[in-house]
């Protein structure tokens, strides 16, 4: 086949979605080039914006970083410019420093705030539409609430200390929530009584979160009371200034802060294209997503418009986005291979999830599922991981767990704070050092002397690998470091034996299991079936632990050490060869995966190293601007 060129414009949901399956799709085609353009060089999780605005995450929590995303794809070339047009006689798609050859174009150029011309939003309010509206407002909140603490008129500072926030959709209730959930950060912050702070949702529709149930926006509408958020309905906001709002019923309400979160509009750029324009600005598609205008252009998600199933059109969300991408990119495929492109739209809306904060959320799965509270959160957090997940990417996988459950402050997070806490791994050093000496200790005796492990007596004390006359003996009491040679031996001493510094109370140390449990013998015994291997297993059972041991002193990866020493420890529970008085061993070993190896240890070294080194190699070099091939 000759050259294609499909260029993907925009890397939002739609985008991102759209060039991964087409780039496995094409990835044997040497023919097929996928361009993705986007102004940034990140994909921005749009839905995550309002944990930025209220800083429960990091700034750089919501980026991803695209060459991290497509870094695999080699099909994949990555542009980061704006779009300005699209050049339909001579098929370029033009940006502001070049242009593209095409063949089909994808457009995902997404939405952006509408204000419907509302006098003063432009001037004095907020919007919450991109990562740079989110860091704009996070930096206005703390500076009002700063100026309020110290604002000693009490007209000036009630409006330095009221946030406003207007419409009552995904972005305006998830916003107020978030909001009130930092409040008493904040407040502490400047030395206020949390109390100053207030928080009103104004909505001009007689009920609030219209596009759910009742009975979850009636829920969600009783927690937002319960935490005193005031909540205006049939409350249209007509003027902004910036210190108070002009109210429809001619009344003002005082706020230094107006979030305006009451419509979305097409992102403005969309009138370049010379495509058919509806409602919004966006721009009008038929049932496979191409532009009515052109068939070898497709306009996907937000910024499409298909009256198929409402005269609104489709909902703009991301299940919206990623359905019509869908429908797109298999049109592009079928038209590449000569075959109709003539797949229709689906709708298919699975539910909607929505957080009030980072404890409190109401989800309505598949319209049967109502859940509220601790479950409600838990489905949103599993299907954003989801999507990492569906865009094959671990590393941002890896990220979010850290942001939304280990690495939080404030104890912003579903546990309400239990799982997060940052603290100095050099109190777990001690441990460390004495989890190591323990191995060395232990290793010692397996490693010298009539003892040793590397002689030829048979130190595994079960009893399908002990001579017929005692086999049906049981393993029971043996241990890892004094198991005899023989089944006699085995026997007699498994009551005394001692593992590694263990002591004995005036009483025999108790065992954890008297004998192996039934499915653990059955593994054991499949896995170590005869002697042979029974002494290969011993020999390398002490050099492991000898190794364990050492990187553990040394603070050589700590994390896997840690992980494996619990990991021996439990086996050695199971297979009926340890004492209650070494259990102390298990939590000892999970709390040094605390990264203790880079408190006096090697890994403050070697692990940043090979982060680099990995990196590099799997990522590439992280730059700011993607290069491609350009027509100039
Ligand atoms: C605060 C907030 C909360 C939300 N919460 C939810 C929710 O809980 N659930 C839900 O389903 N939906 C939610 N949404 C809606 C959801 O984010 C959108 O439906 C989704 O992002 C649309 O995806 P998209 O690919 O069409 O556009 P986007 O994800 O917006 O991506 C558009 C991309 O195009 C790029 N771009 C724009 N113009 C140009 C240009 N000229 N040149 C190059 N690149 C350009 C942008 O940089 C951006 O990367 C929320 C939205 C917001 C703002």
Known sequence: MAQKNIVIVGAGFAGVYATKRLAKHFKRDKD??????????????????????????????????????????????LVTDTVTTIDRANKLVKTKHGAYPYD????????????????????????????????????????VVRRGAIEHDPAKRKALLSIVVVGSGFTGTETIGELRDWRDTLAKESKLDPEEISFALMEMAPTIMNMLDRSDADKAERYLLK????????????????????????????????????????????????????????????????????????????????????????????QGAEASAHTALVNI?????????????????????????????????????????????????????????????????????????????????????????????????????????????????????????????????????????????????ADATSAASGAAETTTTAAKAVFSLSYEYGKEPMMVFDKMPSWMYSITKAMIPNQDVAFFMQRTMTVVELLIGLALVAGLFTFVCGGVSAMFTMIFCLSGMFYWTNMWMIPVAIAVMNGSGRAFGLDKWVVPYLQKTFGKWWYGTPKALYDSDVVK
């Open 32 to 77: 097929v080039t996928i361009t993705l353009i986007d102004r940034h060089s990140y994909f921005t999780y749009m839905t995550e914006l309002h944990e930025v605005a209220a800083d429960r995450v990091p700034e750089d929590a919501i980026q991803y970083d695209l060459q991290r995303l497509f870094c695999r794809r080699k099909n994949v070339k």
């Open 104 to 143: 089909y174009v994808m457009l995902g150029i997404g939405s952006e705030p509408n204000d419907f011309g509302t006098p003063g939003v432009k001037e004095h309010g907020f919007t919450l539409g991109s990562w740079e509206h989110a860091v704009q407002l996070k930096e206005h909140i703390k500076d």
């Open 227 to 318: 935490r005193g958020v005031k909540v205006m309905k049939n409350t249209g906001v007509v003027g902004v200034h910036d210190d108070h709002v002009d109210l429809k019923d001619g009344s003002t309400y005082p706020t230094a802060t107006l979030i305006w979160t009451a419509g979305v509009k097409a992102t403005d750029q969309a009138k370049n294209f010379g495509l058919t324009q509806a409602h919004a600005g966006r721009i009008v598609v038929d049932e496979t997503m191409a532009s009515k205008d052109d068939k070898n252009i497709y306009v996907v998600g937000d910024v499409s418009f298909f009256d198929g199933h409402s005269d609104r059109g489709e909902p703009q969300i991301v």
């Open 333 to 477: 495929e079928n038209a590449m291979a000569g075959k109709p492109a003539d797949v229709a739209y689906k709708a298919s809306y699975s539910g909607f999830m929505v957080s009030l904060g980072s404890k409190y959320g109401v989800a309505n799965i598949m319209g049967w599922l109502h859940l509220s509270g601790f479950f409600a959160m838990l489905m949103k957090h599993l299907v954003n991981m989801l999507y990492f997940l569906q865009n094959y990417s671990g590393y941002y996988f890896f990220q979010y767990m850290m942001h939304e459950f280990f690495r939080t402050r404030n104890d912003r997070n579903i546990m309400r704070g239990h799982i997060s806490r940052q603290g100095n791994v050099l109190w777990t050093l001690p441990a460390r050092l004495y989890l190591g000496a323990m191995w060395l200790v232990d290793v010692s005796h397996k490693i010298s002397g009539d003892a040793s492990w590397f002689l030829p007596k048979l130190r595994l004390p079960f009893d399908w690998l002990m001579p017929a006359a005692t086999s049906g003996a049981s393993a029971a009491g």
